[in-house]
């Protein structure tokens, strides 16, 4: 039995229980969000390619309709004092690396803790003049000490603010409003992105991508020694070599047509 005095001292107790609990709740919600920008920094970088997705879609007979064009996309991270701590610029290409560079893919991403929204803040900025940097879109070297006054709030359709937070072993992004891109996922193997234009709305499923160092050896005509290329580099998911040296011309003669 719990009696009128005893009535008067719980709500007390209440108070005083939130009060010890909420600065800890809050002191763990911070910890949470410091390691999925961490995480994001980390995991981010890098090369990604549809192409597996593509092949196997086509293979499966999959309609076509609700086929998937092969993309490409490379987050690089760059040390851009005057933009902020955690700056990320992002590219795009359609049909592979060496396809259609997509001018609406090109965007500079800064990332910040938002504790209000309990997530992690990806703000996409676009430049003034994108074919200025478009040849070191992927150049963090070239890239690095980018000015603020190149670039200005992205607009229209790649405007929207990226909220990411932890998912399981996973990151998850949500576009900020429904006009843009909705739904990221994000691991150590893959970035799914659920783009807004999409009908069906489905994922473009991306491979990220590891990078090999690579060579080739031809055989040459006239009973001459084989020769051996190096230095060139590709990376897996997809990645196709198709250019021949001057000196592997000369070795190889004319090419037929057929």
């Known amino acids: 039995m719990i009696t009128m005095q005893q009535q008067s001292i719980l709500p007390a107790l209440v108070l005083a229980i939130s009060a010890l ?6 002191a763990a919600t911070s910890m949470e969000l410091k390691t999925a920008l961490q995480r994001l920094l ?6 990604y390619d549809s192409e597996p997705q593509r092949f196997f879609e086509a293979e499966y007979k ?8 092969r993309m490409y996309r490379a987050f690089t991270r760059i040390d ?6 955690n700056v990320v610029v992002g590219v795009g290409y359609e049909g592979g690396k060496s396809g259609t560079f997509k001018d609406g893919e090109f965007l500079v991403w800064t990332l910040a803790i938002d504790d209000a929204q309990r997530a992690v803040r990806m703000t996409p900025w676009q430049f003034q003049k994108p074919a200025d940097y478009k040849a070191i879109a992927t150049d963090a070297a070239k890239l690095q000490g980018l000015p603020l006054a190149a670039l200005e709030p992205a607009t229209g359709a790649r405007g929207c603010a990226v909220l990411w937070e932890q998912l399981g072993g996973q990151l998850r992004g949500r576009s900020e409003t429904g006009t843009c891109d909705g739904d990221w996922l994000l691991n150590d193997d893959e970035l799914w992105i659920n783009v807004a234009e999409r009908a069906d709305q489905t994922h473009w499923r991306f491979g990220k991508a590891r990078p090999f160092e690579c060579f080739y050896t031809y055989q040459r005509g006239g ?8 230095g060139f580099r590709m990376h897996d998911q997809g990645a196709a070599y ?3 040296s001057s000196r592997m011309r000369t070795d190889l003669g004319p090419l037929s047509s057929s």
């Open 223 to 230: 009973g001459l020694k084989s020769q051996t290329l190096n």
């Open 42 to 47: 980390t995991t981010l970088p890098g090369e």
């Open 242 to 244: 198709t250019s021949l």
């Open 21 to 26: 609990t909420t600065p800890l709740v809050a």
């Open 80 to 85: 851009a004092p005057e933009i902020g701590p």
């Open 62 to 69: 999959t309609p076509v309709e609700q086929q998937h064009a």
